[in-house]
């Protein structure tokens, strides 16, 4: 069974950092690009990043406008780990982060068809 | 201010067929592949639709996607009260060389 779990979410400072972990588990880690989706409180999706398999060059990264220079995607594919370092956090990065895997090996489509339950991140003074 | 425009809602009786747009532009759904989220209330979000009218296994086929052009639709058939939800598109900018979802649509089953 395919299975994600999102931790290391929490009250932040703005400015301060956090640093999101995705423990996967049931299928070949290093075979799939990861990404992660954020929901803001009562608002819609937003793409935020993502890493493609370590087939493609050890895993290439994307990052969404809003957090290039701030956000961290990475991934340990001996823990089945992925990873999202953020830094400089700010109020509007307050949300829900899921962890999500794209559909094919090899590929990443963002066809994300198997998420974690999501972390909550709250930045506030 | 989402770069893929959808209604903000929808609604529809039981059995009926409702479609949900999403409006974009060349950079993106006129040269991209769409898909197609169902988030219900409380869960993390499910891939409905890829390839802009491909469902995945155990998806039922009372969902269907197309596009054309710069839109995309999301049609449901049969509309039953699990339906209840909100459903977003996504495809890939090649202006903002990211991905990009579009503001969301509550589906309200009547």
């Known amino acids: 069974e395919v299975q994600l779990l999102e931790s290391g979410g929490d009250l932040a400072q703005p400015g301060g950092s956090l640093r999101l972990s995705c423990a996967v588990s049931?299928?070949?880690?290093?075979?799939?690009?990861m990404s992660w989706v954020r929901q803001a409180p009562g608002k819609g999706l937003e793409w935020v990043s993502s890493i493609t398999g370590s087939g493609d060059r050890g895993g290439v990264t994307y990052y969404a406008d809003s957090v290039k220079g701030r956000f961290t995607i990475s991934r340990d594919n001996s823990k089945n780990t992925l990873y999202l370092q953020m830094n400089s956090l700010r109020a509007d990065d307050t949300g829900v982060y899921y962890c999500?895997?794209?559909?094919?090996?090899?590929?990443?489509?963002?066809?994300?068809?198997?998420w974690g339950q999501g972390t909550l991140v709250a930045v506030s003074s | 201010q989402s770069v893929l425009t959808q209604p903000p809602s929808v609604s529809g009786t039981p059995g009926q067929r409702v479609t949900i747009s999403c409006s974009g532009s060349?950079?993106?759904?006129?040269?991209?592949?769409v898909k197609w989220y169902q988030q219900l209330p409380g869960t993390a979000p499910k891939l409905l639709i890829y390839?802009?009218?491909q469902r995945p296994s155990g998806v039922p086929d009372r969902f269907s996607g197309s596009k054309s052009g710069t839109s995309a639709s999301l049609a449901i058939s049969g509309l039953q009260s699990e339906d209840e939800a909100h459903y977003y598109c996504?495809?890939?900018?090649?202006?903002?060389?990211?991905?990009?979802f579009g503001g969301g649509t509550r589906l309200t089953v009547l």
């Open positions: 060349s950079s993106n759904i006129g040269s991209n592949a």
């Open positions: 999500a895997r794209d559909r094919l090996m090899w590929e990443l489509l963002l066809d994300l068809d198997c």
């Open positions: 996504a495809t890939w900018d090649d202006s903002l060389n990211g991905w990009v």
């Open positions: 390839g802009s009218s």
């Open positions: 049931g299928f070949t880690f290093s075979s799939y690009a």
